[in-house]
């Protein structure tokens, strides 16, 4: 009889993404024992997956240890690096290996798609402001929404029920209310990138373009003339070199590009733009605007890694990204030989929903791609979870495809403790 539970790791997995993203007031330290629990479980496995990215993972820990004893703020560095180790080495990690099956991502990626339809609600209850952490002021928001609207989006495509498509669809138009509710003008841009993204991968084109024209007539029709307004001055501040927050972050930019030019290995040290800003901020800029930069951030993903992390920190985080669009792939190119060697309807249903919850990643490091232009998300959570997410749904792919006929391939669990990373 097929073992229908989730695990303990899984169950695990969930209540973290929920003190995650709901932020309770006072979570009494389980996020830090649950990482510990699931840091120790992972541990302990003997058949480990090792993909590139997880080598990616503990190099960009390495890189940011570094800088710690020559930091000028060390104690950031040490804040900064425990964070990074939670996300990176207790839950990404794990991630890979516990999210065995599809009904596994499933529940997983449902629990966040529940979650930021809350964020949303919450969004637009408080001004657009989050509960706080990572999604706490109104540009968080916008860019935590981003990454998992595609989640749903694609997710709709993939459904295999009425009940499921309705609810996908509905859980799409609550988070891009909550993106107009923040009012931020990232995330506007962030939101228009995943559309288009979706639009030209969607797994079923047709069927997306349909839902894509309707979504947008109904942004027409119902989203508030104020909020296009101030989605208009995004082409006014960009142009604009000496006044509005368009000028002020290229100034912080030219100065991260300055700390990077003195550091240009390793980088400042993790959470140290703030602690170096006021030193290096172009001498004119002091004269000009009568103040320092101490105390601000980059407002840019890629100019707090290029500032923070140096050269290496580039180098690493630009591989998780690559190794995960060819994991993509990789994925895309086993679903294909599934239905060429199994045409089933199962076979179908299946691989659909593989197309469909890969595209959904693809346009999750879409929308934190673009948002993160104007946002310091460095040591946010999104882009690791993706990189996990993805490297879990190709090695259930690839189990997939060597089961054999007896098992239901849409309820595959592992028999093992963990299952093993079958070459291709």
């Not at 509960?131 to 998992?148: C, F, I, Q, R």
């Amino acid at each position: 009889m097929q073992d229908r539970s989730l695990g303990g790791a899984v169950i695990l997995l969930i209540i973290y993404f929920i003190l995650d993203y709901g932020r309770p007031v006072n979570p009494l330290g389980m996020p830090l024992i649950i990482s510990v629990v699931l840091f120790i479980w992972w541990a302990t496995l003997t058949d480990k997956i090792w993909e590139p990215q997880v080598y990616c993972f503990h190099g960009l820990l390495a890189v940011i240890a570094v800088m710690g004893p020559f930091a000028v703020n060390n104690f950031s560095v040490w804040v900064g690096f425990q964070s990074m180790t939670a996300w990176l080495a207790c839950i990404a990690v794990p991630l890979m290996h516990f999210a065995d099956s599809l009904r596994k991502i499933r529940v997983l990626v449902n629990t966040l798609i529940v979650l930021h339809c809350y964020l949303s609600g919450y969004a637009m209850l408080h001004s657009g402001f989050g509960p706080g952490g990572h999604v706490g002021d109104e540009n968080d928001v916008a860019l935590s929404l981003n990454v998992t609207i595609p989640l749903a989006f694609c997710a709709f495509l993939g459904a295999r029920t009425m009940r499921g498509k309705v609810s996908y669809l509905l859980a799409c138009v609550v988070m891009i209310a909550g993106v107009v509710a923040t009012n931020s003008r990232g995330g506007f841009l962030g939101l228009v990138a995943v559309f288009l993204y979706c639009f030209i991968f969607s797994p079923r084109k047709k069927l997306g373009l349909v839902l894509g024209a309707a979504l947008f007539l109904g942004g027409l029709l119902f989203i508030p003339e104020s909020y296009w307004e101030e989605m208009g001055t995004i082409s006014r501040d960009a142009e604009s070199e000496d006044v509005g927050t368009g000028a002020h972050r290229k100034h912080l930019w030219a100065t991260a590009i300055n700390m990077f030019l003195s550091y240009p290995l390793f980088g400042v040290g993790i959470d140290n733009f703030q602690w170096n800003a006021g030193d290096y901020m172009p001498d004119d800029l002091r004269e000009k605007e009568g103040r320092s930069y101490a105390g601000t951030s980059a407002h840019s993903v890629y100019f707090t890694i290029l500032a923070e992390t140096g050269l290496a920190g580039v180098l690493v985080v630009g591989a998780i990204v690559y190794f995960s669009v060819r994991s993509i792939r990789k994925t895309l190119r086993l679903a294909r030989k599934i239905e060429s060697e199994k045409n089933t309807e199962e076979a179908r249903a299946d691989v659909l929903e593989i197309r469909a919850r890969v595209y959904g990643f693809g346009g999750g490091m879409i929308g934190f791609a673009v948002s993160g232009v104007f946002l310091t998300a460095f040591e946010y959570p999104h882009l690791w979870y993706l990189a996990a997410f993805i490297v879990a749904i190709m090695k259930v792919t690839e189990r997939l495809r060597i089961t054999d006929g007896a098992m239901p391939m849409g309820v595959v669990e592992r028999r093992s403790k963990v299952f093993r990373a079958v070459p291709t």
